[in-house]
């Protein structure tokens, strides 16, 4: 895959067993080649440690704050704040609903299995997996150890938002902790919303598949997101309620 040799990270992953997480992240990465770590994920299995770390030592650490101060260095503090909610709404929640809607699979985000690669400035711009195995439809294709078969969309969306919830609420609790307040967390539950709308608006348009379907398929993580009592709903300009 052309893409692969274009990114030196991707290119050096080390692929001992080929799982329907590879597949999917490969077909992830081809919906933005110029950019193959837009989408997608690494498994933590395949690549080098060098500049990653485990999301959830985020909590524990002085990562986050110092993440906070070097974007206040060049902006307003809300506006740090909103650029590191934005990034870790994306980091969370965007990419595995990017695979929710292009093929009705998702990785587990839970903060316990999720670790990001920062570049050379400290800003996240990878991420990878421990646990490769994805959470799938009935009829997936997949035959193997790594899948765990959900009966419905209605179940896959459920689960997916129930651990973008249990990641998200601690690191935007510490994030609002480390920005002295400068955002309210309830405003980083809407970006929350506002992006997945915008996945969902964006991914079939990329990918040249049904945007009737991943419509349904946003929507309904929104309607899980929502059903736990978190601020996502809004009126995107597209259309799509969030």
């Known amino acids: 895959m052309t893409v692969l040799a274009d990114d030196p990270l991707i290119a050096g992953m080390a692929i001992a067993h080929p799982l329907p997480l590879h597949e999917s992240s490969g077909r992830l ?6 950019s193959p770590r837009v989408y997608g994920v690494a498994v933590m299995a395949d690549v080098g440690r060098r500049r990653w770390w485990p999301l959830a ?5 002085h990562r986050l704050r110092r993440m906070f101060v070097t974007a206040a260095g060049e902006m307003d503090g809300r506006a740090a704040t909103s650029q590191l909610a934005a ?3 994306y ?17 587990d985000p839970g903060l316990e299995n999720l670790w ?14 421990v646990d490769p195995t994805l959470r799938v439809l009935p009829n997936d294709p997949a035959c193997c150890d790594n899948v765990v078969r959900l009966p419905s969309e209605a179940a896959l969306a459920t689960w997916t938002a129930h651990r973008c919830h249990t990641a ?16 309210a967390v309830s405003e980083m539950w809407g970006m929350v919303g506002s992006a997945v709308v915008t996945t969902a608006t964006q991914v079939p ?6 945007q009737a379907s991943g419509m349904r398929r946003g929507q309904a993580v929104l309607d899980a997101l929502a059903s736990f009592g978190l601020p996502v709903r809004g ?3 597209t259309g799509l309620l969030n």
């Open 29 to 34: 990465r081809e919906l933005y080649p110029a």
């Open 57 to 61: 030592s985020a909590l524990t650490t």
């Open 87 to 89: 990034t870790l709404a």
């Open 91 to 107: 980091t969370v929640a965007c990419r595995v609903v990017a695979l929710v809607i292009l093929e009705g699979r998702a990785w």
């Open 116 to 129: 990001v690669h920062c570049d050379s400035e400290g800003a996240i711009d990878w991420v990878g997996v």
């Open 168 to 183: 998200l609420q601690p690191l935007f609790s510490r994030l609002h902790d480390v920005s002295l307040g400068a955002l």
């Open 205 to 210: 348009l990329l990918a040249g598949s049904s």
């Open 235 to 237: 009126v995107h300009r």
